[in-house]
């Protein structure tokens, strides 16, 4: 019963992915019943499944090979019995990317001297593909590098000097540098596979940087009451008596 769920998945021609079994008899019950686990896929075409048996019996490779919807039905079973123990369906979506998306960059502000990381994600009909190893190229460009600057990695902090530039990582940093307004573009050049060929998608963010020192911030008359000083209290009753 630990299995029964519906578990989906979204992928693009040409993808490899992967999926773990989690749960259900240990390996020495499955030797002592003669329990093992079988897998079974409705639509072949559409995808190919490995067992890596190697690493681990509960997890497999998943390639998606073609557009469409195909069931993989896993399944604990009693080898000589034909008894199933438990069970759990994964449904395989596969489909061509027909949007991208900036994750939490859309009219973002943020304060000069901020490290944020960009994250790019391709979706089907608004659903984020799942993660996976796809020939997907990433055209970053922030319409000004003196207010937002971008960087390839946490590891090298290596700034890059153009505007623009390739990157095979669907992630990337960014800083605020100076107060200003900034566009940053990003284009997904998908490669699918050889029935699919090429496809390229494209989205805007619009990024606010501001000083917190020069910007002023609204604050409530009751916030005012509750930090004022000696000082500020002589200088309200006065202001106040006035009026």
């Given at each position: 019963d630990v299995y029964k769920r519906q578990v989906h998945g979204v992928l693009a021609p040409g993808c490899i992915s992967s999926l773990q079994i989690i749960g259900g008899p240990s390996e020495i019950s499955m030797k002592a019943h003669s329990i093992e686990l079988f897998y079974t896929v409705k639509q072949e075409r559409i995808i190919d499944v490995k067992q890596l048996v190697k690493t681990d019996r509960n997890m497999f490779e998943v390639d998606a090979l073609d557009i469409g919807e195909t069931d993989i039905l896993f399944e604990v079973r009693n080898v000589q019995t034909n008894e199933v123990f438990a069970s759990v369906?994964?449904?395989?979506?596969?489909?061509?990317?027909?949007?991208?998306?900036?994750?939490?960059?859309?009219?973002?502000?943020?304060?000069?001297?901020?490290?944020?990381?960009?994250?790019?994600?391709?979706?089907?009909?608004?659903?984020?593909?799942?993660?996976?190893?796809?020939?997907?190229?990433?055209?970053?460009?922030?319409?000004?590098?003196?207010?937002?600057?971008?960087?390839?990695?946490?590891?090298?902090?290596?700034?890059?000097?153009?505007?623009?530039?390739?990157?095979?990582s669907e992630a990337v940093n960014a800083t605020a540098l100076s107060p200003g307004e900034?566009?940053?573009?990003?284009?997904?050049?998908?490669?699918?596979?050889?029935?699919?060929?090429a496809a390229e998608h494209v989205t805007v963010a619009k990024v606010f940087v501001v000083d917190p020192l020069l910007t002023p911030i609204p604050v409530s008359y009751t916030h005012l009451r509750a930090h004022e000083t000696g000082r500020n209290l002589v200088c309200r009753l006065l202001l106040e008596k006035k009026k």
């Open positions: 369906s994964v449904k395989a979506n596969i489909q061509l990317a027909n949007s991208v998306t900036i994750l939490g960059m859309y009219n973002r502000v943020l304060h000069v001297g901020t490290t944020v990381r960009l994250i790019a994600k391709a979706t089907y009909g608004g659903v984020s593909f799942s993660p996976s190893i796809c020939s997907f190229h990433y055209l970053w460009s922030s319409s000004d590098n003196g207010v937002l600057k971008m960087f390839k990695s946490t590891s090298e902090q290596q700034s890059i000097q153009a505007q623009q530039f390739y990157d095979m900034v566009t940053i573009e990003l284009k997904i050049r998908a490669n699918y596979s050889r029935y699919y060929g």
